[in-house]
Structure formats: C-alpha cells, structure tokens
C-alpha cells in the first residue's frame, strides 16, 4: 500500500532564516506530487505540483520554492522565511492528473515563524 | 475561473442529530467532486467523490449527490458522531487540469 511521510510534523523558524521541508512517497512509481498551504482558519491553497523529477509548477508567486530531485520525493523550501510564511503544509500525491484522480495527503508540517 | 463556495462553521450538533454541509460550485466545465475531512491535528482523508452528474458518493454514513442542475454537492449524514467531529471541505477538479480546488471549509462540533 502506499504512504506518504512528512517531516518535521513542527516547526519554528524565526524570521529570515532558511526553510526545507521534505515529503516522500511509498508504494507508488512517477506519482504527481504537491504541496499546499493551509493558513489558520481557512482553506487550502495549491504553492506547487509536479508531474515528474525536475519538474514543477508554481500556482502562486510568493517567497518558496519547491523541488523534486527524486521520483518519490518533493522538497519545499525557503531563504529567508517571512512571516506570512506560518501556516499548516501539507503534500499530497496522486497517479495522474487530479482532474479524476483522488489526492491522498501526508499528516502536514505545522510551520510558525517568529 | 472555477470557485467552491461553503456554508460557514463552526456548525455545532448534538450527537444522532441530522448533518447538512451545503457546497456550491463553479466551474468552465464538468468536474470531478470530492468531499475531504481533516480530524484536529491530522492531514486531510478523502471522505468521498463523485465524477459526473447525479453520482451519488457515500462513505462512513456520509452522503453527496452531484447535482448539475443546481451546481451543489451538498454532504449529509442521518446521524452524527461525537467521532465525527472534525473540518470539512469540499473540492472540485477540472479534468485535464492537475490541481484541486478547495472551499474554506467547514468546521463540525458534535457534543454528547
């Protein structure tokens, strides 16, 4: 069966330092992959998704940045971290496009910068 | 461009009372609908989908039926849990297009 992990589960991070936040998946082969953000008291918002190694796509323009530098694996990143960089992250992953498919999230990364 | 709208929380019910989350939609063609669920402190689980019109998807008691005409996917439950305790939201995704599309949820207080 597959599973996706996320770590840290917490973080704090004080304003202006640098941010890496990983996610893997298992059971699974060239799985899409994204990563949202929830902000408190409201709803999800799509930061990136990719279809293959290498490769990502960017829905908001904003201070992270995201990449896959292997098939199972998607990295959410920052250099300076702001903060309205706080928020709940999670990964999910799908097989195909989510025009069908069901998206299966990790537990998120709690994030809170000072 | 394509859009969830739901009811705003926090809805607060007695256990065993009936459950009505209502979710409209807009959408430039026929999406696929989902209900999500998020327990406190957890990521988000599916709770059930549907992908054309008049589908109806149903899961752990919960209900929704896509419905066209009236653009909504509203969820039901006859009988609610304290267990059920938790936010809802619901989604929508255009086929061909890789990204869901997420109301702000709602939040769900079932007490004793």
């Known amino acids: 069966s597959q599973t996706i992990h996320q770590w840290p589960a917490t973080l704090v991070q004080p304003v202006g330092s640098p941010l890496s936040l990983e996610c893997t998946v298992e059971?699974?082969?060239?799985?899409?992959l994204y990563w949202y953000r929830q902000a408190a008291g409201r709803g999800l918002q799509l930061l990136f998704y990719?279809?293959?190694?290498?490769?990502i796509s960017s829905e908001v323009p904003q201070n992270l940045s995201a990449s896959r530098p292997q098939d199972r694996q998607f990295i959410l990143s920052s250099k300076k971290l702001l903060l309205s960089d706080s928020g709940f992250y999670l990964c999910?992953?799908?097989?195909?496009?989510?025009?069908?498919?069901?998206?299966?999230f990790g537990p998120g990364t709690r994030l809170l910068v000072l | 461009g394509d859009s969830v709208t739901q009811m705003e929380g926090p809805v607060t019910l007695s256990e065993e009372a009936f459950l009505t989350i209502n979710c409209t939609y807009t959408?430039?063609?026929?999406?696929?609908l989902f209900w999500y669920v998020q327990y406190p402190g957890e990521g988000l689980q599916l709770l059930l989908k549907?992908?054309?019109?008049?589908d109806k998807g149903s899961n752990k008691g919960f209900e929704a039926t896509y419905r066209k005409e009236t653009t909504s996917f509203h969820l039901e439950k006859g009988s609610v849990q304290v267990s059920d305790s938790a936010v809802y939201f619901c989604?929508?995704?255009?086929?061909?297009?890789?990204?869901?599309?997420f109301g702000a949820g709602t939040r769900l207080a079932v007490h004793p």
């Open positions: 059971g699974t082969s060239n799985p899409n």
């Open positions: 990719s279809v293959g190694i290498g490769q």
């Open positions: 549907a992908t054309k019109a008049d």
């Open positions: 959408a430039t063609g026929y999406p696929s």
């Open positions: 989604a929508l995704s255009e086929p061909g297009y890789n990204k869901l599309i």
């Open positions: 999910a992953w799908s097989e195909g496009l989510a025009g069908k498919e069901t998206q299966y």
